[in-house]
């Protein structure tokens, strides 16, 4: 793992709000607020509800941007993520992402209507530093 992506792993890897842009059936983007957080490989996860209109979305148009990290107006670090979206069921991704505060939406890790959305980015912006996926 090279330092920058040592230093974007540091600062994804905990749970933290995230702004989702996915594309409506129209075109039009749709931001929206989730909860995820990035492996060692960068890939970014989380979990929605799979009737929900964002899970729609990416499964017509898998692309998205995510950023997250900035928690003041003048902060200086922050992430800008593009990258293509898939949609997991399988119980061990299921069961790797679970965390407590789930059960506000879930009944459990079991909860038929519970999914991971795994985006693996193909660049990441990290304030002024820019990483891209290899080919």
């Keep these: ?37 990035a492996d060692e490989s960068l890939v970014i996860r989380f979990s929605t509800h799979l009737d929900s209109a964002k899970v729609e979305q990416l499964r017509a148009n898998s692309n998205v941007c995510l950023t997250l990290g900035a928690t003041q107006v003048n902060s200086p670090l922050w992430l800008r993520v593009d990258g293509t979206a898939t949609i997991s069921t399988e119980t061990a991704e299921r069961e790797s992402f679970w965390f407590g505060a789930l059960t506000k939406h879930f009944t459990g890790v079991t909860d038929p209507r519970y999914c991971v959305v795994a985006v693996k980015p193909s660049r990441i912006e990290f304030g002024e530093e820019v990483w891209q996926a290899q080919c």
């Design 1 to 37: 793992m090279s330092d920058l992506e040592n230093r974007i792993y540091e600062f994804a890897r905990r749970p933290q709000l995230i702004n989702l842009a996915t594309a409506a059936p129209d075109g039009h983007p749709q931001l929206r607020y989730v909860v995820g957080r």
